[in-house]
């Protein structure tokens, strides 16, 4: 049965591989033959598309013969052009050169008239120079005067009549500018502190610090003791020490110096000490401290000013600016604000404002240097400003904002009066009620000098000065009330009031300006009865 049945099985696997490979021969022969009846029609295809691209191979080649045949044909026509343009052209070459020569004959003759009307004027100048040496002698005969006197005369007159006439245009032009520019400049100055948005900057630095220690005031106010010794070495200043009162008071010329003093005496009073090594190791950590704020002071200043290219010298001296103070004005803070002003006064007179921010700044770097240097601090200023580098206008600047030297550009003109402005301004500056009434007795007394002042009036707070002189007296005048003495004319008015502002110029110190006004007290009495 098993042989039956293996026999039975590979009779129907037999049978079923004869019929896979029937199938598969007639697949592959309907394969074949799709893939001759395909290859018949690419092969008609390509004769077709051959066939075509014979044709228009031929067609372009008829085109192209038939275009080069044209363009030949055309570049004959253009030969032929050619070759006639020339032939006209050398026909006009050969008239142009019979026609030069016969111009040259022209020219050769021209030439010979020419050569022949120059020796004729020739002897007619020398003819002519002879008859004016002669009139010019005969005329120097009968008027007694040579020829270069009579031009010397002429000119001098000339050049009297020219002075003469500017003197009266600049005359003019004064005038018209005096009577303008007053009010102009007040306009202009006007306008700029409504712009001015700038805040007090007024200070009081206290030079007296209190030590709880008694012990350690006794020991700084011994002179020759090891810690006011050591302390002097690195502060260059003094003590004055209350040993009652357990205070101690810096004292130094120079602004910085006493500020590195002030925060040492400060320290020492938080953590009382006399030793020498604590002391010096404080003056050393002060003075790089210090230092830092004077650095980072100066650039501060320059960045928000938006300069550039300041010499660190000069920065430096601006920094140091930080710590010195005039009738309690902060100098740097005055310095950064006369520097503002001066740029918009610029601005409004179309100049160079940067310029005028930069001499603004630096016009007080001097006073960073009068401590150990003689002189002017405007004289001291404009010098570093030179010699680390400054253009000559902001040295100029910075040298005639007091006069010291002439001012020779506008930004000189400009730091002068921002200058003015900032220190003159109500509230920019404080003194003391002393310092305050001995000016205005001085100012009272100045004014008061001339015989014919009969009353001085000081106002606003010593910037104007009214002054009354005597007049002409009419009518019924109580006894009592005449003034009596010598009488001004109006003519005498305005060189007394430029002689009292003279000396208020030259004797007393003040910010800014005082206005001097001369007044002619003239009365006319009569009484209705």
Known sequence: MLVAALMAAIVSLAASWLALQWMLRARLAKIHNEHQRTLGDVRGQAAKLIDEAKERARIKLETLDRRAAEE???????LKDY?????????????????????????????????????????????????????????????????AEAIEQVVNE????????????????????????????TRLLGTVLERYDGMGHLERIQ????????????????????????????????????????????????????????RVVRQIANRPTT??????????????????????AGRKAARSLNLRDVHPEVLH?????????????????????????????????GLDVMLARRGGLLHDIGKAMTHDHEGSHAVLGATVAR???????????????????????????????????????PGARRESVTQYISRMEEIQEIASRARVVRRVDVMHAGREVRVIVAGEEQGAIDDSERQGG??????????????????????????????????????AVAIAV
């Open 317 to 349: 001296l601006v920094g140091r600016l930080k710590f010195r103070l005039s009738y309690s004005q902060n100098q740097l803070k005055h310095a950064v604000e006369v520097a503002t002003i001066a740029g918009m006064l610029a601005e409004e007179l």
């Open 486 to 523: 010598y009488v001004l004319a109006d003519k005498d008015l305005q060189p007394l009031a430029q002689a009292i502002a003279k000396d208020l110029e030259q004797e007393v110190t003040f910010a800014g300006q005082i206005k001097v006004t001369v007044i002619r007290e003239s009365r």
């Open 83 to 147: 070759d006639r343009e020339l032939t006209e052209r050398e026909e006009v070459s050969t008239t142009r050169d019979r026609e030069s020569g016969e111009w040259e004959t022209l020219v050769k003759a021209d030439e010979q008239a020419v050569a022949k009307e120059r020796e004729t004027l020739e002897l007619l100048r020398l003819e002519f120079d002879d008859l004016v040496k002669r009139a010019q002698a005969c005329l120097e005969t009968q008027s007694g005067v040579t020829a």
């Open 207 to 262: 030079n007296t610090v209190e030590i709880p220690d008694a012990k350690t005031v006794a020991a700084l106010a011994d002179t020759s003791s090891p810690a006011s010794q050591a302390f002097r070495d690195e502060t260059n200043c003094e003590l004055v020490c209350d040993t009652e009162l357990n205070t101690v008071t810096v004292r130094g010329d120079d602004p910085l110096g006493r500020e590195i003093a002030r």
């Open 387 to 425: 010699k680390c580098g400054e253009v000559e206008a902001v040295a100029n600047a910075i040298g005639s904002h007091h006069n010291d030297e002439p001012m020779k550009s506008p930004a000189a003109f400009l730091v002068t009066a921002a200058d003015a402005l900032s220190g003159a301004r």
């Open 158 to 185: 000339a050049k009297e009549k020219a002075q003469l006439a500017a003197q009266i245009l600049v005359r003019e032009r004064e005038d018209l500018t005096s009577k303008e520019s007053a009010g102009l400049a």
């Open 275 to 296: 030793a020498v090594d604590r002391i010096r190791a404080l003056g050393r950590q002060v003075k790089d401290e210090v230092e830092r704020e004077v650095q980072n």
């Open 72 to 78: 030949l044909a055309a570049e004959e026509d253009d």
